[in-house]
């Protein structure tokens, strides 16, 4: 069963304002990672946060982690019509070399 | 950007038949990942490898082989293909360690299975 889920499914906004995905894991994290996919196209990494920190800013990105309620909030302020991806959360549950992906979010930013 | 290459980007096959999917990397990473990504379910791990020979499954692992003879390649076995592993297959790499770090990935394999 997938580790993470991204809320909600798609997200449809226009440019110049902010989208908020947010994601719920199941057990303990080391740490959580937010993950841009383009169409057709590999995922990149955006930003990592770990257990002990709450909030991780990276240019436009702002990543939020609550453990005691198991979730993670990505902001993107200013949307881009370049921001039109699937944004994906990925936990790295307890002592474990291996990286959980959840469902993803598909935002689209109209121009 | 991270050196994956994975091939062959696209196959068509008929169910049965063996496929054999290879990543290579230049970077000399430890960790070597292979992921799966369909509809609905987002990207589930297969198999990885933390190091020469070294090779453990992930959560989708059943009709699927792996071997990693070499760090910079790791190659994922279909031994009967079916209509069912039909999916968009990822590589991705990780410089690793005890705790999951940031993963880099290739491009992407689209198999057929008919």
């Known amino acids: 069963s997938q580790q993470g889920e991204e809320d909600p499914q798609a997200l449809s906004i226009q440019e110049g304002e902010n989208a908020t995905m947010n994601c719920s894991y199941k057990t303990s994290i080391n740490n959580l990672q937010w993950y841009r996919q383009n169409s057709g196209r590999g995922l990149v990494h955006l930003i990592l946060?770990?257990?002990?920190?709450r909030e991780k800013h990276s240019g436009r990105l702002r990543v939020t982690l609550d453990t005691s309620k198991k979730s993670s909030s990505l902001l993107i302020t200013a949307s881009r019509a370049a921001d039109t991806a699937s944004y994906f959360c990925?936990?790295?549950?307890?002592?474990?070399?291996?990286?959980?992906f959840g469902t993803g979010t598909r935002l689209q930013v109209f121009p | 950007d991270a050196g994956i290459t994975q091939s062959p980007r696209h196959k068509v096959t008929e169910t049965g038949t063996p496929v054999t999917l290879r990543c290579h990397q230049t970077e000399n990473h430890r960790y070597m990942y292979w992921y799966r990504q369909d509809p609905g379910h987002g990207l589930r791990l297969i198999h990885y490898s933390y190091g020469v020979k070294d090779t453990d499954k992930g959560e989708v692992s059943d009709g699927y082989s792996v071997s990693r003879s070499k760090t910079e390649d790791f190659l994922l076995t279909l031994e009967s293909a079916t209509s069912s592993q039909t999916s968009v297959y990822f590589c991705?790499?990780?410089?690793?360690?005890?705790?999951?770090?940031?993963?880099?990935f290739g491009e992407g394999s689209r198999l057929t299975v008919l």
């Open positions: 990925a936990t790295g549950p307890g002592n474990t070399d291996k990286l959980i």
């Open positions: 946060i770990r257990s002990n920190e």
């Open positions: 991705a790499i990780s410089e690793g360690g005890t705790i999951a770090g940031e993963l880099f």
